[in-house]
């Protein structure tokens, strides 16, 4: 709308007007009220934290100083939407185990409510030293129909402390290096690190924002502590005098040796932008195609995990 040269104010009262969400339809009409004050876009924006990253914000406010807010605009977009597709990709790869894992545990409880105790008559008649598997199974399944509850407040209880301590930072640290550790999914979290910091570096340093500001928006962008205290590292660094590469170079261990390297020639080259975008799309282009050969590659092992489940039953 602002490329078609439409006023700010009225290309907000289009969008508010079109906009369901009655909570947007608030925030869009303040900030044609703060805009109309005086303020400028990314002021306005400022008030809506929650609404409105930093990142947004930030790009906005670099492409009001150039006098191309519906250029700045753009590539936001663009970041977004790519951010958007990447999470959607992680998610859809990881839907199929979840599934299937979730049934596997629906089914075990079934089994052990209904079948298991119809069974145990039939053991009981017997008379005789039943096998360590079969004790076990019973052991499980009278645990479940007769102290049901507090299995459950056990289950919530541990469930319960997981969470609390993976918010504390020293839980964060290591989970979030565990899940980089992990077969396959690891090397997919780690390209996905890599796409999402070279995609908002570039997004960033593209719209006019200085190199310091933008890795500390980059940092707060990203999710895993290791990756944030990098840029955070890096961000330190160039306020001393060093090139952003130094730090990505001497990281190996999170970020690929490629982006260190892609890095360096921008900063050489005075193309730091246009490397970043292209180091993105690589690595984003490598996670979409690893992710849709997840699935063959989760399947054989699930299969595994079914088997040893119904064989380990079956023996019992």
């Not at 006098?67 to 977009?77: D, T």
């Not at 799309?281 to 595994?304: A, G, N």
């Amino acid at each position: 709308m602002l490329d078609a040269g439409l006023a700010l104010s009225r290309a907000l009262n289009v969008i508010e007007r079109q906009t369901k969400n009655k909570a947007m339809k608030d925030v869009l009409s303040s900030l044609q009220k703060t805009i109309s004050g005086g303020k400028t876009l990314s002021q306005s924006m400022n008030m809506f934290p929650k609404v409105f990253s930093q990142l947004f914000i930030s790009m906005v406010a670099a492409g009001e100083q150039s006098g191309n807010i519906a250029g700045a605009l753009k590539i936001i977009a663009n970041q977004m939407e790519k951010s958007y597709a990447l999470q959607r990709r992680i998610r859809g790869a990881m839907m199929y185990p979840a599934i299937i894992l979730i049934i596997m545990i629906l089914i075990s409880i079934l089994m052990l409510t209904y079948i298991v105790p119809t069974l145990m008559k039939t053991f009981a008649d017997l008379k005789i030293t039943l096998p360590l598997t079969t004790r076990s199974v019973i052991f499980v399944s009278d645990l479940v129909i007769n102290h049901g509850l507090l299995v459950l407040a056990g289950v919530i209880i541990i469930v319960g402390g997981f969470m609390a301590w993976s918010k504390k930072e020293s839980g964060k640290k290591i989970i979030h290096y565990a899940i980089l550790k992990i077969p396959i999914i690891g090397d997919i979290i780690k390209e996905v690190n890599s796409a999402r910091t070279a995609r908002t570096l570039s997004s960033l340093l593209t719209s006019g924002v200085d190199v310091v500001q933008s890795l500390k928006i980059t940092r707060d962008v990203m999710q895993n502590v290791h990756y944030k205290a990098i840029l955070e590292k890096t961000s330190a660094a160039v306020e001393k005098g060093d090139v952003i590469s130094k730090v990505f170079s001497e990281s190996t261990k999170f970020y690929p040796i490629f982006l260190g390297e892609m890095i360096s020639v921008g900063e050489e080259t005075g193309k730091i932008g246009e490397m970043l975008m292209g180091v993105a799309v690589y690595y984003e282009d490598d996670v979409e195609q690893r992710t849709k050969d997840m699935s063959t590659v989760i399947e054989p092992f699930l299969m595994v995990i079914i088997g040893a489940a119904v064989g380990f039953f079956a023996l019992a």
